[in-house]
């Protein structure tokens, strides 16, 4: 599709002083007193659309359907009105919550919580429309001076849970600063170790810090009840609650099989392989830091006896020192054989002083070395291998559910999958699974359900029950391989499959990759074949939060899109053992050719973002959201030789068809796939369109009524009037989410003939 030049600033001042004079819009003048033409009003129209002047968009199209007297001009005037209207309306709750933000931060710093400002002040930020200018406002700059010394403070004094709270803020108030960023990454660490090797410490932490956040939002919010009003509890509790045990990590189960051969091999790799020059050095420097973080970090005696005796502790780091100064004078010839006897001499000092266990040894040196390189490239060590097939292959053993938290800290039922257990056991969207196997569930992480939950084939799991009318169930379940997709409709069909249409009248369907699997190109290609069979003109493709995948599973669906030419191209930095590569569109005969929006937004990355970037560089479609995350590198798996643990290596960037590599580097201004029309969402637009859109997701039973625990089917309806956009239908994502209102309105345009 053509794209209409941008005139800019002069195209402004000319529309402005048409529409001063009474024009309505911008022609070629004839004799002095002659409008615009018909087409070139729609023209400007178009042209103002693409760049967010909607109100401009819609007095110009409303003009020429006042000229025209086309029905075909003047649902297009309808349907960009409707749109303009819905637009003005988030706008102005974004505009109020900015400002309720801003408020929220100076009632804080009135009773000295400063701490919590700069939480508020964070979300300010991102709620502001010029962010320079709110960084430079003389109070967010007091309070950033301010703040700052209260983390360090923090650290002092090995308050890491909330040096990590200040330090993210910090970040999110000044993401260009490399200081937060690192001192970010180090509470980071610590906060891990605690979570890791002493939870029940950790959540203690949490809990204080819990209680800290009620204290703030009882200020924030003061009709709002404390937790602990008695009115507010149940009145009765199952009996046997309080003996039931939690639910907690287990860092012995998580470090099995560890083993220094596997460090070794890595940091080899790592050498080898890492798409940029990377030194023994600089992995050995990482290494110590890492173990230095583990002897240091308080409350890590309580599950490490040895870190009790301080002259042991002591002596331990003292070694770290001794290291640090031998790494500092290797030289390149050196360094492979100073690290081997760095690694022999910390396993040797350690058995005599503090004896951490070896796998611990071992798992935080990686953790360390790795922390010198991006943060793609990691360990997958025997325990991560499951959950990491899991999320690339698209199938694993389970039960087939959805979970989710609410806001309470219960395990919510999202929806269960299709042909699963659980659906067939009769789990419901909504349920709430208050016991895995006897053990209570509330408060846990949903990596650690998750874990409790899936198992080996044919293997039972017990889950406790309890529906939205009060009842509870006890359920077991046998597990059995669930194939997960990555592709979804407009709305779940009753029993199961999609419907795709989004806009029945004017055949327009929608589709949502959620990931990049082993099985989401073929999906893909059938659902897309299902469209066309049911009479599809466009087609919207929602990219949004899909963290990406696969590289073959995206170029694949580019394949489908693409009828040839360049999809990607991959690079190193250094001659590496992986040479570039370059991967093209073959064009088949079942190829998609249907017009099409594609929704990013800041959540879209990697895989997403060669797919969305391929197709707005081959001007296959337009884009419509934010800018998206930037992860524009490549990884590859290396089997280490036990084979019994991976090593996931960033190897590569990869360059869209323009030649642009999209890749985030540090303080960059520039990344990501930007989209043709920018559509802002604040966090609290972006969780009610998410809760819309996850209702059309729930799979329900064929059939189902109210009175039997169904839910009926929301209404595929559009907002028509003003009344209906200002007071957006929650349950409807096209009344809550403008992003997909304004795919909608792109694609309803340009099959009307609009060129876009």
Known sequence: MSRLPNRGRWMKMALACALALGVGGVGIARGGDEVASTSQLKSEAFVALRGGDFGVASELISKAAQQAHDPATTLMAQWVEQFKTQHDTFAAERRKQYQKAVDEVHLLLKHFKDSYAIDVAARAYGLADDKAAFANEPWVKSLIQTTSALAKQYEDAHQWIKALRVYSDLASVEPSNSHWKERLKAATRHVRLIAMYTPEEFHTLREAESKERDAVDQLLKPTTSPATNPATQPATKPADDEADADILTDWTETLRGVRADMLWDALVDVREQYFREVSYKTLMEGGIKGLRAVVTTEGLEKTFAGLKDESKKNAFLATFDELDKEAQQATDETEQLVLRNALAK???????????????????????????????????????????????????????????????????????????PAYEAGIKAGDIITHIDGRKTKGISLTQAVKQITGPENTRVRLTIKSPDGQT???TIRRQTIKVASIKGWMHQPGGGWSYFVDPDQKIAYVRITNFTKTTGEDFGRAVDEMRAQGARGIIMDLRYNPGGLMMAATEVCDKLLGDGLIVSTRADRETPNPPSITTARKDED??????????????????????????????????????????????????????????????????????????????????????????????????????????????????????????????????????????????????????????????????????
């Open 346 to 420: 910390i396993k040797s000092v350690n058995a005599a002083t503090v004896n951490l266990p070896e796998e611990v040894l071992v798992s935080e040196f990686a953790d360390g070395a790795f922390g010198e390189l991006d943060p793609f490239s990691s360990m997958i060590w025997p325990s991560d291998l499951a959950d990491f097939t899991k999320q690339t292959q698209g199938e694993f053993s389970g039960v087939g559910i959805q979970i989710q938290t609410d806001e309470d800290g219960n395990l919510k039922v999202a929806t269960p999958l299709e042909d699963s």
């Open 473 to 475: 169930r006890e359920y």
């Open 591 to 756: 190829d998609c050719d249907l017009p099409m929006v594609v929704l990013v937004n800041q959540y879209s990355a990697s895989a997403s973002e060669i797919v969305s970037g391929a197709l707005k560089d081959r001007k296959r479609a337009l884009i419509v959201g934010e800018r998206t995350f930037g992860k524009g590198s490549v990884q590859m798996l290396f089997p280490l030789s036990t084979r019994l643990a991976l090593v996931k290596l960033t190897t590569s960037h990869y360059y869209l068809p323009s030649g642009r590599c999209i890749h985030r580097e540090e303080n960059s201004t520039d990344w990501g796939v930007n989209p043709d029309l920018t559509i802002e969402m604040t966090p609290d637009q972006m969780r009610a369109a998410i809760d819309a859109r996850q209702e059309l997701d729930i799979l329900r039973k064929a059939h189902g009524t109210p009175g039997d625990g169904e839910q009926s089917q929301p209404q595929e309806k559009a907002p028509t009037t003003q009344e209906e956009v200002a007071k957006p239908d929650q349950t409807d994502p096209l009344a809550c989410d403008p992003q997909l209102s304004a795919a909608l309105l792109l694609l309803r345009l340009q099959l009307s003939g609009a060129q876009l």
